[in-house]
């Protein structure tokens, strides 16, 4: 299974730490090896003539470049070398246009996407997703909701019955983090640094703080689990800037940046924005650190599912299981 990896961040760098340290597990577990044929960063895309070692290409990243001997190309040098899937782990843009370029040139040239990447798909879900069909390709998206909580999967493989009635859930990692730590009286400029730190947060940390992130995380829940078609345009959202520090000190404890999707009577509602919670309310039982949502389902009961702790590693984990799929499916 020949892939081409976009973005060596937080999430690249733990993913071919991944691949380096489970290489048997996932190998054995594909039918064939994961082959790293191309890497790109902000300074551009190095091919590989021959597969590079995850192990070569982190050691090599982590002292600030590619590995000797490559050549520098472009995506469609990149595409000729016929990648089974495009991995994408580059920062989300505003308009979700570089991504989508990029995606409907690999769709035509029969390669598969997997994506860590919202932007794309809360902007431009309709037409990838119709490209992709057309073209009987696979667009696999796990890593871009909840970090590494399994939903799209677990929907998929174990709720075949079911319809979502609600889905209510904490999804955004870096705004949970900033919150809790606000309604312990730290500062916000300090509870985002904690939160890069810790890797959690990106280097422009205003599309968590503004609820941007978790408003695209909304909209691909509301696609993929309610078959909308929705964008960004769709919505209302707020953020962390639109709450004063006294709404903070008085109600943070009881205080969450929620996602709420459900069916009312036939007509669906989505919420995405701070809510004051219930005491029993699960979402308060899910730590500073961690994400998880609960689902009502029509077949499947009520299901909660919840990470004691997430960051880049288990988002990384997230997209090599989806790469673990594509090569089944692939190989099937
Ligand atoms: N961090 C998480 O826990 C998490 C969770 C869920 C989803 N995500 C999503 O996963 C993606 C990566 O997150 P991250 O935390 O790894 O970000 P990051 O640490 O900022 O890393 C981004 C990587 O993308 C590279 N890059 C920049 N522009 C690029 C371009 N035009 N083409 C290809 N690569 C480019 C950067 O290059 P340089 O190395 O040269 O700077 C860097 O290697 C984002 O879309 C993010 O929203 C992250």
Redesign the pocket.
Known sequence: MKVAL???????RNLLRILDEEENRISQACGSAIEIISA????GTALFRQPIRPKDLLNAKVKGSFPTGFTEGSIDDVLEMKPDAIID????TKDGN?ELGIYLKAIKHGSHIIT???SPLALHWKEIMDEARLNDISILHE??VA?GVPIFNFVKFSCGPSSIITFHGIVS?TANYVLNLMAKGIDFKYAVKKAQEM??A??DYTDDTSGLDAARKSVILANALYNRNYTLKDIKYSGIEQLSPDDIMEHGKKMRLVTDLKMVNGKFELFSGFRTLQDEDFCLTIGETSLGYELVTNNSGTLRLYSTHD??RE?ASAVVNDIMILARSIQR
């Open positions: 976009m973005g060596l961040g937080n999430v690249g790109s960063d902000s300074s782990m580059s920062p989300a570089r860590a990447n919202k890593a871009t970090g990692l890797g959690i990106e280097a960051g880049p988002t």
